[in-house]
């Protein structure tokens, strides 16, 4: 069974910096972040295939943020910089432990996803 531990969130001023940790125990294939905001559904941020460390990022997120892990598997970041006001919601850590044959773009939702962290929250103010 995957564990996952997340770590690093905070408050920062717009176009501030925030790096996300996520420690990973157990096998897995994809390890997505996504983020949930008051009010707003869930949504995926940006995953990485940890065998092929291919990646793939939501448009909001595309060019600001970078996910990427450790060589040994056990460690899962997200980098965000030019951090926005509306980047501002809670931010999990999940997993998925099975290939995935659909496209990036569907691949990235929550109910592909079934072990999941407790979050962390990062907050931006204007």
């Known amino acids: 069974q995957v564990q996952l531990v997340e770590s690093g969130g905070g408050s920062v001023q717009a176009g501030g910096s925030l790096s996300l940790s996520c420690a990973v125990s157990?096998?897995?294939?994809?390890i997505a972040w996504f983020r949930q905001a008051p009010g707003k559904e869930r949504e995926g941020v940006a995953v990485?295939?940890?065998?092929?460390?291919?990646?793939y990022y939501a448009d909001s997120v595309k060019g600001r943020f970078t996910i990427s892990q450790d060589p040994a598997k056990t460690m899962v970041y997200l980098q965000m910089s030019s951090l926005r006001p509306e980047d501002t919601a809670m931010y999990y850590c999940?997993?998925?432990?099975?290939?995935?044959?659909?496209?990036?773009?569907?691949?990235?939702?929550?109910?592909?996803?079934?072990?999941w962290g407790q979050g962390t929250q990062v907050s931006v103010s204007s």
């Open positions: 999940a997993a998925r432990t099975t290939a995935y044959f659909g496209s990036w773009f569907d691949c990235l939702r929550q109910v592909n996803f079934k072990s």
């Open positions: 157990g096998d897995t294939y994809y």
């Open positions: 990485i295939n940890t065998g092929s460390t291919n990646t």
